[in-house]
């Protein structure tokens, strides 16, 4: 059974920084990729940042682009989200996700949610002005 379990979100000021950890157990993810999503509420469920495990590629979001890194250790089968210069539009619950799925492109690091096959539970980011 595949569980993605997601730690690390909290409550921070503006301006602060949260590292999210996401680790997976039941499978690995070497041929596809894992990411974050977030969902603020009343909003649809948008990306955020993702990386495959191949060739170590990323994608963000331009919301976060400059203020946010991913990253991922093989051996522990899982990928961290170090955010800074929070903001509070960024307060939303944060999903991690993960796929295995192969496609041709190999540059391709998914940003579309009905592309990932395995979710997280969510944790809570809140960020205070």
């Known amino acids: 059974q595949v569980q993605l379990v997601e730690s690390g979100g909290g409550t921070v000021q503006a301006g602060g920084s949260l590292r999210l950890s996401c680790a997976a157990s039941g499978r690995t993810f070497s041929s596809g990729a894992m990411g974050w999503f977030r969902q603020a509420p009343g909003k649809e469920r948008e990306f955020v940042a993702a990386?495959?495990?191949?060739?170590?590629?990323?994608n963000y979001a331009d919301s976060v682009k400059g203020r946010s890194t991913i990253s991922g250790d093989n051996a522990k089968n899982t990928v961290y989200l170090q955010m800074n210069l929070l903001r509070p539009e960024d307060t939303a619950v944060y999903y991690c996700a993960a796929h295995s799925r192969y496609f041709t492109n190999r540059y391709y690091v998914s940003d579309r949610v009905y592309e990932y096959d395995y979710w997280g539970q969510g944790t809570q980011v809140s960020v205070s002005s």
């Open positions: 990386m495959r495990w191949s060739g170590g590629r990323t």
